[in-house]
């Protein structure tokens, strides 16, 4: 079983619609948890951190859920331009990230 | 501008003719790695590095090397590159590499061919 494990789609969804993803993740004791956005062959960024009370940002939500243990990604009123691959991070022991292998959304008009 | 700089950004070359991808970071950070991206498999720690002469193997060490002799750059080298090593290689960086929310800065990747 993968550490960190997301369906890699791809997802096709209309323009305004809402999406969701899941992560799931075999470290019961991962403390740290990302989402990233890459868009097609660059360099991932940081979209947001993931923490335990769950956080928004704009029309971003991401939930952690520790018992099941699965990370969540929201988006509300989705754009073209969040189109992109989404991969989930978690972070094991003090020093390693382990990276899913992402989930591809593609917005359509 | 605080960046990650990695060079150079496609990189062609022969089966056991040694290279170098370069990566310099200017935001003064400590920690500084290598990942691999390949299909299917996500992106995978090569070699990690905590600090100036610190250096650790990530997930898929074996056919590579790197140094930190200085605090900003972190080479990746390539001794005897074989066509498995074709892949979509990122350095990154992050100020201690233990913060718990601390966020990775990517270069803008080198995507290597070995014929």
């Known amino acids: 079983r993968k550490e960190v494990e997301q369906d890699p789609g791809p997802f096709n969804v209309p323009e305004g619609a809402t999406v969701a993803f899941n992560c799931t993740y075999s470290n019961s004791a991962s403390q740290s948890f990302f989402w990233y956005r890459q868009d097609c062959r660059k360099e991932p960024k940081l979209l947001m951190s993931?923490?335990?009370s769950g956080n928004e940002d704009g029309r971003f939500t991401a939930q952690l859920n520790r018992a099941s243990q699965y990370i969540s990604l929201l988006i509300r009123d989705s754009k073209l331009s969040d189109s992109a691959t989404y991969l989930c991070?978690?972070?094991?022991?003090?020093?390693?990230?382990?990276f899913g292998q992402g989930t591809r959304l593609t917005i359509n008009p | 501008e605080a960046q990650v700089t990695q060079n150079p950004r496609y990189l062609i070359t022969v089966t056991g003719k040694k290279l170098t991808v370069t990566c310099s970071q200017n935001m003064n950070h400590e920690y500084m790695s290598w990942y691999r991206q390949d299909p299917g498999l996500g992106l995978r720690q090569i070699y990690y590095?905590?600090?100036?002469?610190?250096?650790d193997k990530g997930d898929v060490p074996e056919g590579y090397k790197v140094s930190r002799k200085e605090k900003r750059n972190f080479p990746l080298i390539l001794e005897s590159p074989s066509p498995n090593q074709t892949s979509l290689y990122f350095c990154?960086?992050?100020?201690?590499?233990?913060?718990?929310?601390?966020?990775?800065?990517f270069g803008s990747g080198t995507q290597l061919s070995v014929l």
């Open positions: 590095s905590m600090n100036v002469e610190v250096t």
């Open positions: 993931v923490y335990s």
């Open positions: 990154a960086s992050s100020l201690s590499g233990r913060g718990t929310g601390e966020k990775l800065f």
């Open positions: 991070v978690v972070k094991k022991g003090a020093q390693k990230l382990v």
